[in-house]
């Protein structure tokens, strides 16, 4: 199994721009979930889904947006990039919810200029 | 609201030595506990979790925590630290509306 996979693995974006972050998982799970990480601050949730079809907002939604149309695909989009979206994005799966372990993609890293 | 806290930006240890990676929790009802390790250009791997039972947990790499409902923590500990154990560790507790809230992290640098 791959797990969860996250492409791409480096972007620059210029102020306005727009891009969808992919993320794939091939564990079969229901939940999904996006996260940035800011230098010292530990793990934001974006947005998360608990099935194909559900998506739910989290901590930080604005400026994102998600779609669920597959259990294995959860894509992060980004309309209008700011600089304050500069971050490493973390997306993650798990089983039946978070009382379960959550298993994480590498990572991107996207830096807004 | 519920949410960790991991009062130290940094723990150094000598190599053999035991470690403690501290984590304070703040949660209505029964608290969902867990810690997680990030190695350099990573992403987060489950350690362990606290959800009910005994308070001494057991997980991944020879890591165990120590649930203590008087004192609201659930510090990481490992009897012989080693060098690969160098990384950035973050203690989470789920919340009442599912979502997992992380601490800021703590990065342990272990000596030869």
């Known amino acids: 199994n791959a797990g969860v996979t996250q492409t791409p693995k480096f972007r620059i974006l210029k102020i306005g721009q727009s891009m969808t972050l992919q993320c794939t998982q091939d564990?079969?799970?229901?939940?999904m979930y996006w996260y940035r990480q800011d230098p010292g601050m530990g793990l934001k949730l974006i947005y998360y889904?608990?099935?194909?079809?559900?998506?739910d907002k989290g901590e930080v939604p604005n400026g994102y947006n998600v779609s669920r149309s597959t259990t294995e695909d959860f894509p992060l989009r980004l309309e209008l990039a700011a600089p304050s979206q500069t971050s490493v994005y973390f997306c993650?799966?798990?089983?039946?919810?978070?009382?379960?372990?959550?298993?994480f993609g590498p990572g991107t890293r996207l830096t807004v200029l | 609201a519920q949410s960790v806290a991991q009062p130290e930006d940094q723990v150094n240890v000598a190599e053999g030595n035991p470690l403690t990676v501290k984590c304070t929790y703040s949660?209505?009802?029964?608290?969902?506990l867990f810690w997680y390790v990030q190695y350099p250009n990573r992403g987060l791997q489950f350690l362990l979790k606290?959800?009910?039972?005994?308070?001494l947990v057991k997980g991944s790499y020879g890591f165990e925590a120590e649930f203590n409902k008087s004192q609201t923590s659930f510090h990481l500990k490992k009897p012989s630290a080693l060098v690969s154990d160098s990384a950035l560790y973050f203690c989470?507790?789920?919340?009442?509306?599912?979502?997992?809230?992380f601490g800021a992290g703590t990065r342990l640098t272990v000596k030869p």
């Open positions: 993650a799966s798990s089983d039946q919810g978070t009382v379960n372990e959550q298993f």
């Open positions: 564990m079969n799970h229901n939940y």
């Open positions: 889904s608990v099935g194909a079809g559900i998506t």
């Open positions: 949660v209505s009802g029964n608290p969902y």
């Open positions: 606290y959800i009910t039972g005994d308070n």
């Open positions: 989470a507790v789920r919340d009442m509306n599912s979502v997992m809230r």
